[in-house]
């Protein structure tokens, strides 16, 4: 099967920044787009962003000019670099990539467990 580990959460002061990361294992064939979620207490779950194979990117419009997603498509990894946090951007974070097992001849979406982002002062 796939595995998708998420690093990187913890507090911070607003202004601050964070670099969450993922890494995703198991019976690889390939990954298509990996990208990142995020949940608030009480809201619905929200994309951050997204990079696709290719590399083009896609951000939400609150995250835009101070998150940056980037992947190693070598060692199946998506990076979330974010900068100038707000309070706002609190939430559990996921990581989420569609993967193509060896077993398989589609791509299934997984998830990692969550890493929790907290700003605050």
């Known amino acids: 099967q796939v595995q998708l580990v998420e690093s990187g959460g913890g507090l911070v002061h607003p202004g601050g920044s964070l670099r969450l990361s993922c890494a995703a294992s198991?019976?690889?064939?390939?990954?298509?787009?990996m990208g990142w979620f995020r949940q608030a207490p009480g809201r619905e779950r929200e994309l951050v962003a997204y990079?696709?194979?290719?590399?083009?990117?896609k951000y939400a419009d609150s995250v835009k000019g101070r998150f940056t997603i980037s992947r190693d498509n070598a060692k199946n990894t998506v990076d979330l670099q974010m900068n100038s946090l707000k309070p706002e951007d609190t939430a559990v974070y996921y990581c989420?990539?569609?993967?193509?097992?060896?077993?398989?001849?589609?791509?299934?979406?997984?998830w990692g467990q969550g890493t929790q982002v907290t700003v605050s002062s």
């Open positions: 989420n990539a569609a993967v193509r097992g060896t077993w398989s001849f589609s791509y299934l979406p997984y």
């Open positions: 198991g019976s690889i064939f390939s990954i298509n787009t």
């Open positions: 990079i696709d194979s290719g590399m083009d990117t």
